[in-house]
């Protein structure tokens, strides 16, 4: 078995839209969709993007142009696919879907409808032959990072979380993901965390792989900002961990955003690290902040070959996530 990397060829990418019944609905619904239909319309240029939505022909309408863009009328809690759409893996060389459980980030909101999505996308047809599996444990798929030849990045306090499969120690984790993923090695990362993140601290916040040499993650350089010593700390880390071949990683550091706030006052879950590879471009979240074109300029340097796409996300991290989660990519 194996679990590709986000780089590797891509069948499709899924998406789930706002509707009525979702927290979405709290203020202007169509705002909200605003944000959803530039990020489906920026893949949609180069691949195939699965809509699941609760009324096809109303998100249908609008778009400029359908091209590329399948609408899925499915049931759904909410929005952040990347934790509930399958993960797929490669065994004895065919693709094959697994559906881990998903249980609300550890039951913090309700998830039935989301935990179903997987099966009835299968049972409709759109994933053809590719065969799928139903997998007995919690386990969100921005919670783990792949390097597509056997080592997965996460964090200790998301998959050892007591509420996630009861708490489990690193070594269990680890021979589950093995079991489950085709995993050779795990690194944990016990360090590091956003404010207002419900997902207790999702590695795709904080560290991604770039390629199999090369770590991209969130920087802070501001010792009055809350989340200083706890980054520095993640920063050390990272710099002990090796690559397959026992090289120190390059480690590319993201600024860090500045402090976005809600209604309430709530410190918001901005971060560049949340970014989606795509077949063709490279699609950032951008947050109307001042370090949004440090950002581009970093990616334009580690992605010289894809467009570069940035997409304002402000919307989406008054309800927890941001670009990366809103999105789950099928390989081929």
């Known amino acids: 078995m194996r679990l590709p990397a986000e780089w590797e060829k891509q069948q499709c990418v899924l998406m789930s839209f706002p509707h009525e019944a979702t927290d979405w609905n709290d203020g202007d619904l169509n705002k909200a969709l605003s944000p959803f239909i530039h990020i489906a319309q920026a893949i949609a240029y180069g691949q195939a993007v699965y809509i699941i939505c609760k009324d096809k022909t109303k998100i249908a309408s609008m778009f400029c142009s359908t091209r590329n863009l399948t609408f899925i009328e499915i049931p759904t809690n909410d929005t952040w696919i990347r934790d509930y759409g399958y993960i797929s893996i490669f065994e004895d060389g065919e693709k094959k879907l697994l559906d881990f459980t998903f249980d609300g980030w550890g039951g913090k909101f309700e998830a039935s409808l989301d935990n179903s999505v997987n099966t009835i996308l299968h049972q409709k047809g759109y994933m053809g032959i590719t065969p799928l599996e139903k997998i007995d444990f919690v386990l969100e798929g921005g919670s783990i990072e792949s390097d597509g030849e056997g080592t997965i990045l996460t964090t200790s306090a998301c998959l050892c979380n007591p509420n996630r499969n009861g708490g489990l120690s690193k070594e269990e984790v680890e021979r589950k993901l093995k079991n489950t993923l085709g995993v050779q090695r795990v690194l944990w990362l016990d360090h590091g965390y956003l404010a207002g993140d419900d997902t207790d601290s999702h590695i795709d916040t904080l560290a991604r792989f770039v390629n199999k040499e090369t770590i991209a993650y969130v920087k802070c350089n501001n010792k009055e900002d809350e989340h200083y ?4 700390k993640m920063e050390t880390q990272l710099q002990t961990f090796t690559t397959m071949e026992g090289k120190p990683y390059t480690l590319i550091p993201l600024p860090m955003c500045e402090a976005v706030y809600d209604d ?69």
Do not use: W
């Open 229 to 232: 010593e706890a980054l520095q």
């Open 264 to 332: 309430n006052q709530q410190r918001l879950p901005a971060t560049y690290a949340n970014f989606l590879i795509c077949n063709d471009a490279l699609i950032y979240p951008t947050y109307g902040d001042k370090h949004d074109k440090i950002a581009h300029e970093i990616f334009k340097d580690l992605f010289p070959n894809k467009e570069i796409i940035p997409i304002n996300c402000l919307k989406l991290i008054e309800q927890g996530g941001s670009l990366h989660c809103s999105t789950m990519q099928v390989v081929y």
